[in-house]
Protein backbone atom coordinates (compact mmCIF):
# COMPACT_ATOMS: atom_id res chain seq x y z
CA UNK A 1 0.00 0.00 0.00
CA UNK A 2 1.15 3.99 -0.69
CA UNK A 3 -0.01 6.90 0.58
CA UNK A 4 0.34 9.81 -1.60
CA UNK A 5 0.37 13.29 -0.77
CA UNK A 6 0.47 16.28 -3.36
CA UNK A 7 1.82 19.57 -2.60
CA UNK A 8 2.90 23.01 -4.76
CA UNK A 9 -0.68 24.09 -5.82
CA UNK A 10 -1.75 27.87 -5.68
CA UNK A 11 -2.78 30.90 -7.19
CA UNK A 12 -0.84 32.32 -10.82
CA UNK A 13 -1.56 34.50 -13.06
CA UNK A 14 -2.04 32.95 -17.35
CA UNK A 15 1.32 32.64 -18.51
CA UNK A 16 3.06 31.69 -15.38
CA UNK A 17 4.23 28.42 -13.95
CA UNK A 18 3.75 25.65 -11.21
CA UNK A 19 5.67 22.42 -10.11
CA UNK A 20 3.22 19.94 -8.32
CA UNK A 21 4.95 17.44 -6.40
CA UNK A 22 3.44 14.25 -4.86
CA UNK A 23 5.28 12.38 -1.92
CA UNK A 24 4.53 8.71 -1.23
CA UNK A 25 4.93 6.52 1.15
CA UNK A 26 6.43 3.53 0.98
CA UNK A 27 9.49 1.15 -0.12
CA UNK A 28 7.82 -0.07 -3.43
CA UNK A 29 7.37 3.35 -5.05
CA UNK A 30 9.61 2.64 -8.27
CA UNK A 31 7.22 -0.73 -8.60
CA UNK A 32 3.91 2.06 -9.20
CA UNK A 33 3.08 3.23 -12.87
CA UNK A 34 2.36 7.40 -11.63
CA UNK A 35 -0.52 9.37 -13.22
CA UNK A 36 -1.69 12.98 -12.38
CA UNK A 37 -5.16 14.13 -13.01
CA UNK A 38 -7.37 16.89 -12.39
CA UNK A 39 -11.11 17.93 -11.87
CA UNK A 40 -12.78 21.49 -12.38
CA UNK A 41 -15.77 22.41 -10.45
CA UNK A 42 -18.85 20.91 -12.66
CA UNK A 43 -16.45 18.40 -14.92
CA UNK A 44 -15.65 14.74 -14.92
CA UNK A 45 -12.15 13.49 -13.46
CA UNK A 46 -9.31 14.51 -16.68
CA UNK A 47 -6.31 12.47 -17.62
CA UNK A 48 -3.17 15.23 -17.43
CA UNK A 49 0.13 12.64 -17.52
CA UNK A 50 1.66 9.68 -16.75
CA UNK A 51 4.99 7.93 -16.06
CA UNK A 52 6.05 4.49 -16.29
CA UNK A 53 8.16 3.08 -13.42
CA UNK A 54 11.27 3.52 -14.19
CA UNK A 55 11.32 6.61 -16.18
CA UNK A 56 11.04 6.87 -20.01
CA UNK A 57 8.34 7.53 -21.85
CA UNK A 58 5.24 9.70 -20.45
CA UNK A 59 1.72 10.08 -21.85
CA UNK A 60 0.08 13.75 -22.09
CA UNK A 61 -3.27 14.56 -22.46
CA UNK A 62 -3.46 16.92 -25.81
CA UNK A 63 -4.46 19.83 -23.86
CA UNK A 64 -1.51 20.16 -22.00
CA UNK A 65 1.14 18.62 -23.91
CA UNK A 66 4.24 21.35 -24.76
CA UNK A 67 3.32 22.61 -21.82
CA UNK A 68 3.45 20.17 -18.88
CA UNK A 69 6.24 17.64 -18.04
CA UNK A 70 6.15 14.76 -15.79
CA UNK A 71 8.91 13.40 -14.16
CA UNK A 72 9.65 10.91 -11.24
CA UNK A 73 12.73 10.53 -8.63
CA UNK A 74 12.26 7.39 -7.34
CA UNK A 75 15.22 7.63 -4.62
CA UNK A 76 12.48 10.20 -3.37
CA UNK A 77 9.66 8.52 -3.55
CA UNK A 78 8.35 11.59 -5.23
CA UNK A 79 6.52 12.61 -8.98
CA UNK A 80 6.27 16.00 -9.91
CA UNK A 81 4.36 17.67 -12.60
CA UNK A 82 5.86 21.34 -14.44
CA UNK A 83 3.35 22.89 -15.51
CA UNK A 84 4.46 26.17 -17.66
CA UNK A 85 2.27 28.72 -20.11
CA UNK A 86 -0.43 28.19 -17.71
CA UNK A 87 -4.12 29.09 -18.91
CA UNK A 88 -7.32 29.76 -17.75
CA UNK A 89 -8.89 26.76 -18.43
CA UNK A 90 -6.08 24.40 -16.31
CA UNK A 91 -7.82 25.21 -13.29
CA UNK A 92 -8.59 22.54 -11.31
CA UNK A 93 -7.61 20.10 -8.45
CA UNK A 94 -4.93 18.14 -9.55
CA UNK A 95 -4.47 14.85 -7.47
CA UNK A 96 -1.52 12.04 -8.33
CA UNK A 97 -1.94 8.56 -8.60
CA UNK A 98 -0.52 5.30 -8.52
CA UNK A 99 -1.25 2.02 -10.34
CA UNK A 100 0.41 -1.03 -9.16
CA UNK A 101 0.35 -3.01 -12.75
CA UNK A 102 -3.07 -2.91 -13.67
CA UNK A 103 -4.25 -3.55 -17.56
CA UNK A 104 -5.79 -0.87 -19.41
CA UNK A 105 -4.71 2.92 -20.68
CA UNK A 106 -2.68 4.66 -18.16
CA UNK A 107 -5.18 7.20 -19.51
CA UNK A 108 -8.23 5.81 -17.54
CA UNK A 109 -8.04 6.52 -13.92
CA UNK A 110 -9.96 3.45 -13.18
CA UNK A 111 -6.39 1.25 -13.54
CA UNK A 112 -4.98 3.64 -10.32
CA UNK A 113 -4.88 1.88 -7.14
CA UNK A 114 -4.29 4.58 -4.43
CA UNK A 115 -4.98 8.78 -4.64
CA UNK A 116 -3.66 12.25 -2.91
CA UNK A 117 -6.04 13.88 -1.65
CA UNK A 118 -5.48 16.44 -4.26
CA UNK A 119 -4.28 20.34 -4.25
CA UNK A 120 -5.84 22.98 -5.62
CA UNK A 121 -4.15 25.35 -8.91
CA UNK A 122 -5.77 28.19 -9.89
CA UNK A 123 -4.75 30.13 -13.12
CA UNK A 124 -6.31 33.46 -13.34
CA UNK A 125 -6.33 36.10 -16.17
Known amino acids: QVQLVESGGGVVQAGGSLRLSCAASGRTFSSYIMGWFRQAPGKEREFVAA????????YYADSVKGRFTISRDNAKNTVYLQMNSLKPEDTAVYSCAADSGSTGSVRDYRRYDYWGQGTQVTVSS
Open 51 to 58: IPRSGGTT
